[in-house]
């Protein structure tokens, strides 16, 4: 079945993510060839829906673009992240 276009509004948000995360979205995006904003609400839609947003191929994808960039974070892991604090470069140590 062919669904029709769908009109949204998007807003900007300013939302914090792990940075080595950040990096396998954006290259995952890429490789999609479609933005990263776009691979998010996927991921979200999917997960409201209580289904698996990627097929077994992409999975294999994700795990190679993970060792790429040294994200070794799991799901198990989504609760107890704490934030470093980053000194400015012209702060005193």
């Known amino acids: 079945m062919v669904r029709k276009a769908m009109t949204v509004e998007r ?29 998010i609400e996927g991921i979200v839609l999917h997960a409201f829906e209580g289904q698996a947003p990627f097929s077994p191929e992409t999975l294999e994808t994700i795990d190679q673009l993970k060792r790429i960039y040294g994200l070794e974070l ?20």
């Open 74 to 93: 799991g799901a198990a892991d989504s609760h107890r992240l704490v934030e470093t604090i980053a000194k400015a470069d012209d702060e005193p140590s």
């Open 11 to 39: 807003v900007q948000t300013g939302v914090r993510l792990e940075k080595r995360l950040v990096k396998v979205l954006k290259a995952l995006a890429e490789h999609r060839d479609i933005s990263l904003g776009d691979l």
